[in-house]
């Protein structure tokens, strides 16, 4: 199965929210580069249909980190089916449409430069990260408040936020805390750097 089949397939059994269809329809349409696109420049991901695999590996890490009996025993973080499937797989819809193909110099073996295929930030809506996923799912469907924080707040302390903001979130809404590491576990263990 390929990984934006994999996609389709967790998103359809998962998510069944008024509005999930036209979101699905929008990823698939070619007003939308979701399933080609890179997760990062030159990182976890940097190579066509790193965004969508990415997601599916969040999606993944998120679910193994809820069923952990500590997790549900002594944190108490309990989520949906589908809750999870939106968070994770959603999380980075702001990298859709937001890189593009370029070129960078990099100097061989025997210090000679070569250019290298890479990708370039084209920030067509710089309206953040967390927050600009949020932005754009909602234009398809109502998320939760937990939900909403969880996206919001999923670059963890590694983002652009101080650090009170973040502890704040990961406080009253844990899933916000679930969802960051299981970010950072697809990002730094399963994918790494290219």
């Not at 199965?1 to 269809?21: L, N, P």
């Not at 997601?55 to 009996?69: F, G, K, T």
Request: charged share 25%.
């Amino acid at each position: 199965m390929s990984v934006k089949d994999e996609f389709i397939e967790i998103y359809q059994r998962c998510i069944k929210r008024e509005g999930a269809d036209r979101l699905l329809q929008h990823l698939l349409s070619p007003a939308s580069d979701f399933f080609t696109a890179p997760a990062s420049t030159r990182f976890h991901g940097a190579y066509e249909g790193g965004l969508a695999e990415h997601s599916i590996n969040v999606y993944e890490c998120l679910r193994d980190y809820l069923a952990r009996e500590r997790v549900q025993e002594l944190y108490g973080i309990e989520a949906s089916e589908e809750t999870i499937a939106i968070v994770a797989l959603l999380h980075d819809l702001c990298k859709m449409n937001f890189y593009k193909p370029g070129f960078r110099n990099v100097k061989d073996d025997n210090g000679v430069w070569q250019k290298v295929p890479t990708y370039e930030i084209d920030d067509k809506l710089p309206y953040g990260h967390g927050e600009k996923s949020v932005y754009m799912i909602s234009g398809f469907m109502r998320l939760t408040r937990e939900e909403a924080f969880a996206i919001r707040y999923h670059m963890g302390f590694s983002g652009n936020e101080p650090a009170g903001n973040v502890g704040s979130a990961f406080e009253m809404f844990p899933l916000a805390f679930a969802l960051s590491t299981a970010d950072m576990e697809a990002t730094y263990f399963l994918e790494g750097k290219n």
